[in-house]
């Protein structure tokens, strides 16, 4: 019973990574904006890989809810808001408040209570 919690772990891991991703590439791409700026970030290996990822992804958690319910899966999702929000302050430097933070803890109780 444990490969349904690791497959929805590394779906997790691979969402948020896939995202911060996207993120990068966009960054990447300088002097345009708009329509232009959405094809070529679109276009970037690195867009790719992470649409790669998303597809991988989304095969784990189909695997994840052959095993557990599907209300179980779904809040377990909740923990990529955390991956990807340490992610950006991380690797973007961006700005956090205090009350980002007690989102954040929020969602982590809410991931672990509900699934007690």
Not at 36 to 48: A, D, I, Q
Not at 53 to 60: D, E, K, R, S
Request: proline share 2%; glycine share 6%.
């Amino acid at each position: 019973m444990m490969w349904p919690w690791l497959a929805l772990c590394g779906m997790a891991v691979m969402t948020a990574a896939a995202q911060l991703l996207i993120k990068t590439a966009s960054e990447r791409v300088e002097d345009s904006s708009g329509l232009r700026r959405f094809v070529l970030t679109l276009v970037m290996p690195s867009t790719l890989v992470a649409g790669l990822m998303i597809v991988i992804a989304a095969c784990l958690y189909i695997y994840a809810l052959t095993e557990v319910s599907l209300s179980t899966a779904y809040a377990s999702t909740a923990i990529i808001h955390v991956l990807v929000f340490f992610g950006g302050w991380i690797l973007f430097r961006e700005r956090k408040t205090a009350w980002h933070l007690i989102g954040i803890v929020f969602i982590v109780a809410g991931v672990v209570l509900y699934n007690i």
